[in-house]
């Protein structure tokens, strides 16, 4: 869920280069931290809420640092790791320490020269902390803003848009709570920044307070989900505010089945919960008659179940599919052979669109299922088949 990111540009094991270290671990941190050079720490736990909502902030400030031979940046994970989770005498998480090069006595107890970061989890909060103690001067990476912001002129022709899914972050300048959501809230954009019909935005709502007025705004950061459609009824989203929990609230809004950060889609992507009972059912049928009334059964779900809607309704529709392909060409004999045919075509990668390649992986994961289901029936078959025997075999004896 913590996603480590790997920034290092390059690394000489017998140069002492200053770089961003996302996974130091007390086997290097002698080699690495060797007092010559200030060093910013960060050490956290992975199931840590505010760890996760800090990690793009020290990623960002590990890349801008990531060429600089003055300054080290580096992450512990201090749960996983008890040496230097003792020697830094971690209370809470995160924790962020700044190691001042050791003095001309050549003290080497690292608390000799330690200040601990207690300012604003920003990674601009974190640059003037450094420059403040170091005086070296850190530019900071720009960040690509993948949010729509929201003005008085094109509020209503973004968020009323009867074509698009819109999720509103309604924000103030001076809002502690706002910056933190940020960094997590950018995320949620990035995600979706190539789906259409899905736009991630924001307005300043203490500027544009007629509008924050309308909508009932009464607290800072407030989100605000708008459904496609012409009756844009806003809901209210008030549930974690990281950034996986956002994009799994706008996967089931919207019927998608994309992971955090776009370029992934979920585990088993394709599958439909409620279109596996019907799958199971079809495939555990004796007879085709039965098969018939189960995919006509299915069918009528397609229409008539709400949840079933974008991605998800064509994962859906896919199933109707195979039951179809399975009573026409060959039952178990049609698996495989279709199997073998995406798994041929997802070779072929580099031909491939990222479009093309995720509805083969849907279609894949949905044809699989159909077929674990025929192995399980088949192995339950073989059991009681060898119950049979062992019960004859002792009756004969």
């Not at 929201?150 to 074509?163: A, C, G, I, S």
């Not at 997590?184 to 736009?199: C, F, I, L, S, W």
């Not at 496609?228 to 008030?238: L, Q, R, T």
């Not at 580099?350 to 025929?374: C, E, G, H, V, Y």
Request: aromatic share 10%; with cysteine.
């Amino acid at each position: 869920m913590y996603s480590r990111v790997v920034l290092l540009l390059f690394l000489v094991f017998t140069c002492s280069y200053a770089l961003y270290y996302p996974d130091l671990t007390h086997e290097d941190f002698d080699r690495v931290i060797d007092g010559s050079k200030p060093a910013l720490i960060e050490l956290y736990a992975p199931w840590c809420g505010h760890c996760q909502a800090l990690a793009p902030e020290i990623e960002r400030l590990g890349e801008s640092v990531s060429n600089d031979t003055r300054i080290i940046v580096a992450q512990v994970d201090a749960d996983k790791d008890k040496v230097l989770s003792q020697q830094f005498e971690i209370q809470g998480y995160p924790t962020i320490k700044l190691l001042l090069p050791r003095s001309k006595s050549g003290k080497k107890n690292v608390s000799d020269a330690v200040v601990e970061y207690t300012g604003e989890r920003t990674a601009a909060g974190l640059v003037a902390f450094l420059q403040n103690h170091t005086n070296i001067s850190i530019a900071l990476a720009p960040v690509e803003s993948f949010v729509v912001e929201l003005t008085d002129e094109n509020f209503d022709r973004v968020v009323l848009d009867p074509y698009s899914h819109v999720l509103v972050e309604f924000y103030a300048p001076w809002c502690s709570h706002c910056k933190m959501l940020r960094p997590q809230y950018e995320k949620v954009a990035k995600t979706y920044r190539h789906v259409k019909g899905v736009v991630i935005a924001a307005i300043d709502a203490d500027k544009y307070g007629k509008i924050a007025e309308k909508y009932r705004i009464t607290g800072f950061p407030t989100l605000k989900y708008f459904p496609a459609g012409k009756d844009k009824k806003p809901m209210e989203y008030d549930s974690s505010r990281m950034a996986v929990a956002m994009v799994d609230f706008m996967n089931r809004q919207v019927g998608l089945d994309i992971e955090l950060g776009g370029d992934e889609l979920v585990q088993d992507a394709g599958r439909v919960e409620v279109m596996d009972t019907f799958a199971r059912d079809f495939m555990q049928s004796r007879n085709e008659s039965q098969r018939e009334s189960i995919r006509q059964a299915a069918t009528e779900a397609l229409s008539s179940d709400a949840s079933l809607k974008g991605q998800v309704l064509q994962n859906a529709k896919f199933y109707v599919t195979v039951m179809e392909r399975y009573s026409q060409k060959g039952g178990d004999a049609y698996l495989n052979k279709e199997l073998e045919k995406i798994e041929k075509q997802l070779k072929k990668s580099k031909d491939l669109s990222p479009t093309q390649r995720n509805n083969l992986l849907r279609k894949q994961n949905i044809i699989k299922f159909f077929a674990s289901i025929k192995e399980s029936e088949q192995l339950k078959a073989q059991a009681v088949g060898d119950a049979l025997e062992e019960e004859e075999d002792d009756d004969a004896n």
